[in-house]
């Protein structure tokens, strides 16, 4: 080899290069395969669809009676390993709770009404974009062995 012969740092480039290639395919099939449980994203989709129609059914009949037995039934349908956090309101009149089996916890004091809304929940807050009208949101919670989901909806 023949001094100044640049064919041997080639190579080594080329390898780090392929090695760094390789490492960044393997860290990104690891942290897409993180995906949510498949139970979580029916459940976020029924309540997007089921608490709509019931808000909007209350709006005609000018009561909170039935999403307030739509969000305690659904929390116990979602199950014990789940928590769901209802916000609801409009204007300047929003509250926000949760059930634990039938017993209704008012979580209001973890609202902030601004031009959006904002909700704490264990030192993390949830923006919600404030509409015009009656507004429903909810947050869902799992701990699945050591990992915790949280799903806006």
Not at 90 to 107: I, P, R, W
């Amino acid at each position: 080899m023949k001094k100044g012969d640049k064919s041997g740092q080639f190579y080594l480039i080329a390898a780090m290069i392929i090695a760094t290639i390789i490492i960044g395919f393997a860290l990104l099939n690891n942290s897409s395969s993180n995906n949510l449980p498949t139970d979580l994203e029916e459940l976020v989709e029924e309540l997007n669809i089921e608490g709509e129609k019931v808000l909007d059914y209350d709006l005609v009949h000018s009561t909170n009676y039935f999403i307030d037995n739509f969000s305690r039934d659904y929390s116990i349908y979602a199950g014990e390993d789940k928590d769901i956090y209802f916000i609801i309101g409009e204007e300047n009149s929003f509250q926000a709770y949760k059930y634990d089996g039938t017993e209704k916890t008012d979580l209001s004091e973890n609202l902030i009404v601004d031009e959006n809304i904002l909700f704490q929940l264990n030192g993390i807050s949830y923006e919600f974009k404030k509409e015009k009208g009656n507004n429903f949101y909810f947050l869902l919670t799992k701990t699945n062995e050591d990992e915790n989901y949280v799903i806006s909806g």
